[in-house]
């Protein structure tokens, strides 16, 4: 029987530290604004949103909703972000992805300010986690590292298997138990012996995008598994990229689907977006 890594708790605990913080620092004169980018009304977008102003407005952070019809420009959005780039009273700055196809998704990453990109995506924030270096980091795999380290699971010295190399889950997550001394191997769609390798992870991570397809063969005893995956399945009940049912009997720590590694992303956003008022107010 595994150990149940509850999300839900762990997101809840940090929410509720940083609205203690947040408190604190409006005692001494300072606040917090994250600005909220959408374009167009993709529903499942807006669920997103609505869930990151919700946050913010129990933490008791200020969130400025832009919202943008479908057929805004890359200048006209590239413009509202350099305005909020200029603003002082704005710490933090988000646009939901993904962007209608007209608008090429780098080009927006890139023109927030890396001070601002509390979804740590900019190329620089990036390039700083690569090189070991303070800034922004994707706010699902810095969501697991708080997982691991508020269930006591030691990271230094473990084999760590990420299986996915996205830019948002994968290739961050990695870096990240990189910094945390793991010795890391990364799956990806092209690599021929995963079943393999990843029965010989210590810590197994999946970020695969494909609803259960990750077993108990895949899987070591005793090992922790981490599941990313969000999905609906035929009978529209949310799981993961596991089997849940096969892999818990086999594994020492597993996070469900839901209540596991989901409701992290948001409190990482949130935890972000106190940094980034923290170092731009020098509080
Ligand atoms: P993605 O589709 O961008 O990446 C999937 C990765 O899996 C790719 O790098 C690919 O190389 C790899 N892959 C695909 N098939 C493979 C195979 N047969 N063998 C080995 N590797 C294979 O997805 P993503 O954005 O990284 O997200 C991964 C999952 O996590 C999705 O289910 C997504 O919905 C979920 N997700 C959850 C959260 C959250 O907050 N919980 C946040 C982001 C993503």
């Known amino acids: ?4 890594i509850d999300g839900k708790q762990i997101s809840a605990d940090i929410k509720e530290e940083l609205k203690q913080e947040v408190a604190r620092l409006k005692e001494v004169g300072h606040s917090c604004c994250l600005a909220v980018i959408q374009v167009g009304s993709d529903p499942a977008s807006s669920v997103y949103v609505g869930n990151k102003k919700k946050a913010c407005a129990y933490i008791g952070i200020e969130s ?4 943008l019809p479908e057929e805004t420009t890359e200048e006209e959005l590239l413009a509202i972000i350099e305005q909020l780039n200029q603003d002082d009273h704005v710490h933090g700055i988000l646009c939901q992805l993904p962007l209608p196809k007209h608008i090429n998704e780098d080009r927006v990453i890139a023109a927030i300010s890396p001070e601002k990109d509390v979804d ?3 190329p620089q924030n990036v390039g700083a986690l690569v090189i070991g270096q303070k800034g922004f980091v994707s706010c699902t795999p810095a969501g697991i590292i708080q997982l ?3 269930s006591n699971i030691d990271i230094a010295g473990k084999h760590c298997v990420v299986i996915g190399r996205s830019n948002i889950v994968g290739k961050p997550m990695a870096l990240l138990m990189l910094r945390e001394n793991a010795t890391v191997t ?3 769609s092209k690599t021929s012996n ?7 992870a210590d810590i197994l991570i999946v970020a695969i995008g494909k609803p259960r397809f990750i077993g108990a063969e895949y899987v070591k005893d005793g090992a922790v598994v981490i599941d990313v995956g969000i999905h609906r399945d035929e009978n529209n009940k949310l799981c993961g990229d596991v089997r849940y ?3 818990e009997p086999k594994a020492s720590y597993i996070t469900p689907v839901p209540g596991g590694v989901g409701p992290m992303t948001i409190a990482m956003l949130m935890n972000n977006c106190v940094e980034a008022m923290k170092s731009s107010d020098l509080c």
């Open 1 to 4: 029987m595994a150990n149940i």
């Open 64 to 67: 400025l909703a832009y919202e």
């Open 120 to 122: 740590g995506f900019h």
């Open 148 to 150: 691991l380290k508020r």
């Open 186 to 188: 990364v799956c990806h």
């Open 194 to 200: 995963l079943k393999e390798l990843c029965s010989q």
């Open 245 to 247: 049912e096969e892999v």
